[in-house]
């Protein structure tokens, strides 16, 4: 019997971080460290490429299963200061 993968609509928090570099080293993929100490792959890497160090708020379908990798496809997001990620 297989493990259905999980999938729900979440309000993250959290600083963009590189996690996959093209042959060049230039950064080609993106995760979300959040606060609850989990990383998210974003899906939707490509808009979020120039936000790589930057403090995030992001509303979007978060994945995640027993043998898959949690990810987060951003529908909306909002830049926050550094001081918002300790509140």
Same mark, same amino acid.
């Given at each position: 019997?297989?493990?259905?993968?999980?999938?729900?609509?979440?309000?993250?928090?959290?600083?963009?971080?590189?996690?996959?570099?093209?042959?060049?080293?230039?950064?080609?993929? #993106?995760? *979300?460290?959040?606060?609850?100490?989990?990383?998210?792959?974003?899906? !939707?890497?490509?808009? +979020?490429?120039? %936000?790589?160090?930057?403090?995030?708020?992001? #509303?979007? *379908?978060?994945?995640?299963?027993?043998?898959?990798?949690?990810?987060? !496809?951003?529908?909306? +997001?909002?830049? %926050?200061?550094?001081?918002?990620?300790?509140?």
């Amino acid at each position: 019997m297989k493990k259905k993968v999980g999938a729900s609509m979440q309000t993250l928090v959290g600083i963009v971080t590189p996690c996959a570099w093209d042959e060049r080293d230039h950064v080609s993929e #993106v995760s *979300l460290s959040a606060t609850d100490d989990e990383e998210y792959i974003i899906e !939707n890497s490509q808009r +979020f490429l120039d %936000l790589v160090q930057k403090p995030i708020r992001a #509303v979007g *379908l978060v994945r995640s299963g027993k043998k898959v990798q949690r990810a987060i !496809n951003i529908k909306k +997001f909002e830049m %926050l200061d550094s001081a918002s990620l300790v509140e």
